[in-house]
């Protein structure tokens, strides 16, 4: 066990540094754009700070933070995990299944008896851990967007909350899908016209994620856990998702169209090192010292990720994915989590997209303490 939070702080900057150094060597494919420092970089406090003063100031009304009724504080995981690692229960996870943590919180959430995580934390932490394959799993969550939708169509939407594969879940998307589609994709729409709008009234230029959130708080009535899991779920969608079907596309070619909507819109504020912005929708290969980097069997053979527009727009999305879970979990396990995710993940990551990642893990207990404030 960590021995301290500061200990487990002071591993992850050196771990950020490190990667954030190795991503600026000079030896890439000499036709590559070049990975520089990234100046469009904002701490992740700043963001949520921002959205929540121009809120305030231009709607003269509070902004509120509430936790999950089942919220546990950092001991207690700390006791599960040990409990975990003791149970029999622990003997059915298979040896892949283990990490450089013992054992990953995302199959502890699926294959570990019931009474070890709360069921909603464990719910909420398996939906961050995926990817939206559809309209529907916008809904997964009760969010803004989950409550605008139950307005919208008159659907009880309690069931959308069971697992994917569940028959039920299932028969009940396929019956309301029309009506389904028709609610989130409109909803999407008007978020993303807003932002299509600012751009416009700034001749052009990208906006910042806290003029995204600041509009989401006002849909959201002021409700920054809300509004912080809105933000996840728009983010995954405009990095990840046909706009029009809702459908996954991934690292498709169809997937240029995000990327140039991304690039075209948001501000890349993620992680000192390196910008989507600068990038194109070509694919370079590991050369030099990238080369040692094992490869993936489910990515595009010999990508050198750092300079892979699809992947680098992923940062917008795996920030706020963060963020949110801070409503659900204390932050030293979000943060042990998401290193977890890191480890088995890095080949199909690469090191600038990991830096970013690990810069907002070192900002989360500061954003805790601003946003329980509140």
């Given amino acids: 066990m960590l021995k301290s939070p500061d200990t487990f702080d002071s591993f992850i900057e050196a771990l950020a540094g490190s990667l954030e150094d190795f991503s600026l060597r000079d030896d890439r494919d000499p036709r590559a754009p070049e990975i520089k420092n990234n100046p469009y970089f904002k701490p992740t406090l700043k963001l949520i700070f921002d959205a929540v003063s121009g809120y305030r100031n231009r709607h003269g009304r509070k902004v509120h933070f509430t936790r999950i009724n089942e919220f546990q504080d950092d001991k207690y995981y700390f006791q599960i995990l040990q409990d975990a690692a003791k ?7 298979n040896s892949g299944d283990r990490s450089l943590l013992g054992y990953n919180l995302s199959v502890l959430s699926y294959k570990v008896p019931e009474q070890f995580f709360p069921p909603e934390a464990r719910r909420v932490w398996s939906w961050s851990d995926g990817g939206i394959m559809g309209f529907a799993d916008c809904l ?4 803004g967007f989950y409550d605008r939708a139950a307005i919208k169509t008159g659907l009880d939407l309690r069931i959308l909350e069971l697992k994917s594969r569940d028959p039920r879940r299932i028969d009940f998307i396929q019956a309301h899908k029309n009506i389904i589609d028709s609610a989130v994709s409109q909803d999407l729409y008007e978020i993303k016209n807003h932002v299509e709008q600012l751009v416009k009234a700034n001749h052009g230029q990208p906006v910042s994620a806290s003029k995204i959130l600041e509009f989401i708080l006002d849909r959201d009535s002021g409700d920054l856990a809300k509004s912080l899991r809105d933000m996840a779920i728009f983010s995954k969608v405009m990095a990840r998702n046909n706009f029009s079907t809702g459908e996954f596309v991934g690292y498709s070619p169809e997937s240029v169209v995000n990327q140039i909507w991304m690039s075209n819109h948001i501000f890349d504020e993620y992680g000192r090192v390196g910008s989507y912005r600068e990038l194109d929708e070509n694919f370079y290969k590991y050369v030099g010292k990238m080369s040692i980097i094992p490869r993936s ?3 595009v053979d010999d990508v050198d990720q750092d300079l892979s527009r ?4 992923g940062k917008f ?12 979990l204390p932050p ?21 997209k990991t830096a970013a990642d690990l810069r ?3 900002e989360l207990s500061a954003i805790e ?3 329980t404030s509140l």
């Fill in 87 to 93: 149970s029999p229960e622990s003997r059915k996870i």
């Fill in 140 to 143: 997964s969550l009760k969010s």
């Fill in 297 to 299: 069997w489910n990515m």
């Fill in 310 to 313: 699809i992947n680098q727009v």
């Fill in 317 to 328: 999305p795996h920030a706020w994915n963060i963020l949110f879970l801070l409503e659900i």
């Fill in 332 to 352: 030293v396990i979000i943060k042990l989590g998401v290193m977890d995710r890191q480890y088995r993940t890095f080949a199909t990551q690469g090191p600038v």
């Fill in 360 to 362: 907002t893990l070192l």
């Fill in 369 to 371: 303490k601003f946003v």
